[in-house]
């Protein structure tokens, strides 16, 4: 981890939500990042890529058309940063190795994309669309589909043909990932065979001109921290039915003879976060979405004085299983929300 000090390290969190981005100076450079970066580098050179792509520290992660590099999010770079996002927004994207050098390999799809202009390829534009469509800030996408491989959260490559040939990029790019059996009998296949064809094709082609920029560098980002995170987690609001009453009624208890037992809310605040991980995992909901969601529940326990009566683990599996049906209804049922793109 960094071997710089930051004199923001020791503040508590009241007093850091009022620093500026600008004034955490936090670079890639002498961070685990910088060995994740590294990595990615050694990857696309095994493959014969000569691109590389550069990377600096911004507000979160994207990448640029006009220049080869990847941004990634300032609170990677410290712990204490990680701390805080984890305590605001619940998940911290990319905290772990596997899962930073998962979302690196997919911008460095964009990065290699843009570097050879491969979307103006007849081909390349025949299996994963217009690059030129207009980006979508919402979209739905079909979790049956195979149409498109699986790699980040959400089913993100339908969201954009861009992000299609990203999330192909990187299960090809992966090392050991065996897409071939992975994929066997999906129409994704067909993508990632040609993608292994257009990378056999560009191997040792040097990239075309392009200035290395660091677009919104966190050393240009003036809004606060706290700013930033009350924008981050309206991202994640998400208006769903409060139709809880019955399915609450059914497990638990509005009996009087029951009042001494423990009350329902109480039950819930002890095992949510056990049971938002368990969701969040198997829906691909976001875990401050669905903390949201729990809150509403809490309050219409305790509106309803319902109690937790029987055996805790029948109870526990059955909340969890209730739970995962309203997570499932709110995002795929007839009045589903749109998603958001990440």
Same mark, same amino acid.
């Given at each position: 981890?960094?071997?710089?000090?930051?004199?923001?390290?020791?503040?508590?969190?009241?007093?850091?939500?009022?620093?500026?981005?600008?004034?955490?100076?936090?670079?890639?450079?002498?961070?685990?990042?910088?060995?994740?970066?590294?990595?990615?580098?050694?990857?696309?050179?095994?493959?014969?890529?000569?691109? $590389?792509?550069?990377?600096?520290?911004?507000?979160?992660?994207?990448?640029?058309?006009?220049?080869? %590099?990847?941004?990634?999010?300032?609170?990677?770079?410290?712990?204490?940063?990680?701390?805080?996002?984890?305590?605001?927004?619940?998940?911290?994207? %990319?905290?772990?190795?596997?899962?930073?050098?998962?979302?690196?390999?997919?911008?460095?799809?964009?990065?290699?994309?843009?570097?050879?202009?491969?979307?103006? $390829?007849?081909?390349?534009?025949?299996?994963?669309?217009?690059?030129?469509?207009?980006?979508?800030?919402?979209?739905?996408?079909?979790?049956?589909?195979?149409?498109?491989?699986?790699?980040?959260?959400?089913?993100?490559?339908?969201?954009?043909?861009?992000?299609?040939?990203?999330?192909?990029?990187?299960?090809?790019?992966?090392?050991?990932?065996?897409?071939?059996?992975?994929?066997? %009998?999906?129409?994704?296949?067909?993508?990632?065979?040609?993608?292994?064809?257009?990378?056999?094709?560009?191997?040792?082609?040097?990239?075309?001109?392009?200035?290395?920029?660091?677009?919104?560098?966190?050393?240009?980002?003036?809004?606060?921290?706290?700013?930033?995170?009350?924008?981050?987690?309206?991202?994640?609001?998400?208006?769903?039915?409060?139709?809880?009453?019955?399915?609450?009624?059914?497990?638990?208890?509005?009996?009087?003879?029951?009042?001494?037992?423990?009350?329902?809310?109480?039950?819930? $605040?002890?095992?949510?976060?056990?049971?938002?991980?368990?969701?969040?995992?198997?829906?691909?909901?976001?875990?401050?979405?669905?903390?949201?969601?729990?809150?509403?529940?809490?309050?219409?326990?305790?509106?309803?004085?319902?109690?937790?009566? %029987?055996?805790?683990?029948?109870?526990?599996?059955?909340?969890?299983?209730?739970?995962?049906?309203?997570?499932?209804?709110?995002?795929?049922?007839?009045? $589903?929300?749109?998603?958001?793109?990440?």
């Amino acid at each position: 981890m960094p071997r710089k000090k930051f004199a923001w390290v020791s503040l508590p969190d009241e007093e850091l939500l009022k620093l500026r981005l600008k004034d955490l100076h936090v670079k890639v450079e002498a961070t685990w990042l910088e060995d994740c970066l590294n990595t990615l580098h050694d990857e696309l050179a095994e493959r014969g890529i000569r691109v $590389r792509p550069h990377a600096w520290i911004s507000s979160e992660w994207f990448c640029a058309e006009n220049t080869p %590099g990847i941004a990634i999010p300032f609170y990677l770079a410290h712990p204490r940063l990680m701390q805080l996002e984890k305590k605001k927004i619940i998940d911290v994207e %990319g905290d772990t190795w596997s899962e930073c050098m998962r979302i690196l390999r997919h911008e460095a799809g964009h990065v290699v994309q843009h570097s050879y202009q491969l979307q103006r $390829r007849r081909r390349w534009r025949q299996l994963f669309g217009p690059s030129s469509q207009r980006y979508p800030r919402y979209y739905r996408p079909n979790p049956a589909s195979r149409q498109f491989v699986q790699h980040l959260r959400l089913w993100y490559a339908q969201s954009h043909p861009d992000e299609d040939f990203a999330e192909t990029f990187a299960v090809w790019l992966r090392p050991r990932s065996n897409w071939r059996t992975r994929y066997a %009998g999906w129409p994704a296949l067909e993508k990632l065979e040609y993608v292994d064809e257009l990378m056999a094709e560009i191997a040792g082609q040097r990239p075309l001109p392009s200035r290395r920029e660091r677009v919104d560098p966190l050393s240009e980002l003036t809004i606060t921290l706290a700013e930033h995170y009350r924008k981050k987690q309206a991202l994640y609001a998400v208006d769903t039915p409060k139709t809880y009453d019955r399915d609450l009624l059914r497990l638990f208890s509005a009996d009087p003879r029951h009042s001494r037992s423990q009350a329902a809310s109480a039950f819930i $605040r002890h095992h949510r976060a056990h049971v938002r991980q368990i969701v969040a995992r198997w829906t691909g909901e976001y875990q401050l979405t669905l903390d949201s969601l729990l809150d509403d529940m809490i309050v219409r326990c305790r509106e309803l004085d319902l109690r937790a009566v %029987g055996p805790r683990r029948r109870l526990l599996m059955e909340f969890t299983v209730l739970l995962t049906a309203k997570t499932v209804h709110s995002l795929f049922g007839p009045l $589903r929300r749109k998603w958001i793109a990440l």
